[in-house]
């Protein structure tokens, strides 16, 4: 299903855009499912904008077990087969969802960062699909800075304050001011229409503008992680956090746990 120059550019890069990898129905349902959080909301989700946003930026976290629309395209879609193959993994299972909606104009930006350093879990096999259900602008696109998923783990600050929750101060590097140098790196992003998903590594550096004029942008990300992946409590807050986990799982087991089931091959029962 995913071409083997698609697995290289995607091993190289740490970034690929994969063209209708979703079906209409299934992007149909990804919409209602979209709506559906809109309205309910979890505990677990915040306001990224600021109050004086013209827009409004919206996201929540891990609703799969409570959206049926969401927990039909996780685990019916070629979304976990298409992650096996990038990952070059021999089982893939899910992580986490990710709900990202931003009004329009909205000009709060997402900045620069990497994914993983905020998670509890190490490993190189892993793959985030981000998957809009409205067309998506060059401009308002997820953004990645090519090859950077190869290292080092940069210094993850809070997007708002740009504090240094998670990793001490000083202990990893900063990153460095993209935007103020635009042309040294090799930026990759791609106008997208809905059926479409990029697939990135939790390591490469993205990050995306506002969102101009009328048009919403509506957008589900969900995460797999490979048969390397192991767990990895953090002292501090993780973001999303999984309540209970370490009492479970310790640090260094695989992830077989409930909370993140075995999507392909399909789990037998």
């Avoid at 309910?40 to 904008?49: D, E, F, G, Q, Y």
């Avoid at 959206?67 to 019916?76: D, G, K, Q, S």
């Avoid at 998670?166 to 990759?188: H, N, S, V």
Wanted: with cysteine.
């Amino acid at each position: 299903m995913i071409e083997s120059s698609v697995v290289r550019d995607f091993e190289r890069d740490g970034a690929v855009c994969i063209r209708g990898l979703l079906r209409p129905q299934e992007v149909a349902d990804l919409t209602a499912g979209i709506d559906w959080n809109l309205a309910h909301l979890s505990p677990r989700a915040k306001v990224a904008s600021s109050p004086g946003d013209p827009g409004y930026f919206v996201e929540d976290f891990c609703n799969w077990q409570d959206n049926p629309h969401y927990r039909r395209v996780i685990f019916e879609s070629r979304l976990a087969a298409a992650a096996a193959a990038l990952m070059q993994s021999d089982t893939a299972r899910l992580y986490h969802d990710h709900m990202l909606t931003k009004e329009p104009g909205t000009r709060q930006a997402t900045p620069w960062h990497q994914d993983q350093p905020y998670y509890n879990v190490e490993g190189r096999q892993n793959c985030s699909f981000w998957i809009p259900v409205d067309p998506v602008s060059r401009t308002a696109t997820l953004e990645f800075v090519a090859g950077s998923h190869r290292g080092p783990w940069l210094m993850p600050r809070s997007f708002r304050d740009a504090q240094a929750r998670w990793f001490p101060e000083g202990t990893l590097a900063d990153l460095p001011d993209i935007e103020a140098r635009r042309d040294a790196y090799p930026i990759l992003g791609w106008e997208l229409e809905p059926g479409d998903a990029v697939c990135f590594h939790m390591l490469t550096l993205h990050a995306a503008r506002g969102v101009q004029g009328t048009r919403r942008r509506r957008v589900f990300s969900v995460r797999f992680i490979g048969h390397d992946a192991t767990h990895a409590p953090r002292p501090w807050r993780t973001s999303p956090e999984f309540p209970g986990l370490a009492d479970e799982l310790p640090a260094g087991a695989p992830m077989d746990h409930p909370s993140f089931p075995l999507l392909w091959p399909a789990a037998r029962t």
